[in-house]
């Protein structure tokens, strides 16, 4: 049925972004590896003067 069908594929799509290790990005899942960059974006950028 049609509900059978897009469960399944919201299954899927939660394995595919939060479970499957991603062997390109480190073997982590890709959700882990997009939380991971953005935190490092907005940490505060130490700079020095002379």
Not at 23 to 50: A, W
């Amino acid at each position: 049925t049609l509900s059978q069908v897009e469960l399944a594929t919201a299954e899927w799509v939660d394995w595919y972004n939060h479970q499957r290790l991603h062997g390109e990005i480190g073997h982590v899942p890709p959700v882990e590896y997009e939380t991971s960059y953005y935190t490092e974006l907005t940490k505060p950028q130490v700079t020095t003067t002379i």
